[in-house]
Antibody, heavy 123, light 113 residues
Framework: QVRLQESGPGLVKPSQTLSLICTVS??????????WSWIRQPAGKGLEWIGR???????IYNPSLTSRVTISADTSKNQFSLTLTSVTAADTAVYYC???????????????WGQGTLVTVSS | DIVMTQSPDSLAVSLGERATINCKSS????????????LAWYQQKPGQPPKLLIY???TRESGVPDRFSGSGSGTDFTLTISSLQADDVAVYYC?????????FGQGTKLEIK
């Protein structure tokens, strides 16, 4: 069973860059047909899909964040990462990494999620 | 973006009774390649990540109790819990995975009456 674990600073200053890593175990991020997502959730609010990456580096981002977000993968470490620049208080949220797959015909929803990590943007 | 709208925002149901949550998408999420609706339901308890319950609008994820069922097609979908258990207290979200960006409903908080 795939397991995902987020890690990174819990506090980021306004205007700085948020950087998180998701470490995957129980499976390889190089597995064909698998995609690796970032999703966030402000306290007491709903879920926002940030974007996803394939092991070949192909990415898709939410247009609402595309100017500030980068998702990358390190296949040697079986990790993928999130970078969000120029953060404000509105970026304070629990950040989740997750995975979904494509079976050759259709995509599936995210079925494995990390436990999430709270990132607070504050001076 | 496809906008997902859930109703109600909150719901209180007695133990053993039926709970029904609705989700409406701003456009059809019927996927032509497999003629299935790209609609998922998640359950989220405090301090936990969302748990996938149902996908393709009506397919239960492995291990999910059969009191959970999903229905609907096109733009209108329903999650039904046939006999509410105490463990079902949570926030429920619908998600469309038809297009990117993937989008979620605002959530429905389910409580015991």
């Amino acid at each position: 069973q795939v397991r995902l674990q987020e890690s990174g600073p819990g506090l980021v200053k306004p205007s700085q860059t948020l950087s998180l890593i998701c470490t995957v175990s129980g499976g390889s991020i190089r597995t064909d047909g698998y995609y690796w997502s970032w999703i966030r959730q402000p306290a007491g609010k709903g879920l926002e899909w940030i974007g996803r990456i394939q092991a070949n580096g192909n990415t898709i981002y939410n247009p609402s964040l595309t100017s500030r977000v980068t998702i990358s993968a390190d296949t040697s470490k079986n990790q993928f990462s999130l970078t969000l620049t120029s953060v404000t208080a509105a970026d304070t949220a629990v950040y989740y990494c997750a995975t979904f797959h494509y079976d050759g015909t259709a995509f599936y929803p995210e079925d494995y999620w990390g436990q999430g990590t709270l990132v607070t943007v504050s001076s | 973006d496809i906008v997902m709208t859930q109703s109600p925002d909150s719901l209180a149901v007695s133990l053993g009774e039926r709970a029904t949550i609705n989700c409406k998408s701003s456009q059809s999420v019927l996927y032509g390649s497999n003629n299935k609706n790209s609609l998922a339901w998640y359950q989220q308890k405090p301090g936990q990540p969302p748990k996938l319950l149902i996908y393709w609008a009506s397919t239960r994820e492995s291990g999910v109790p059969d009191r959970f069922s999903g229905s609907g097609s096109g733009t209108d979908f329903t999650l039904t819990i046939s006999s509410l258990q105490a463990d079902d207290v949570a926030v429920y979200y619908c998600q469309q995975f038809y297009a990117t960006p993937r989008t979620f409903g605002q959530g429905t908080k389910l409580e015991i009456k």
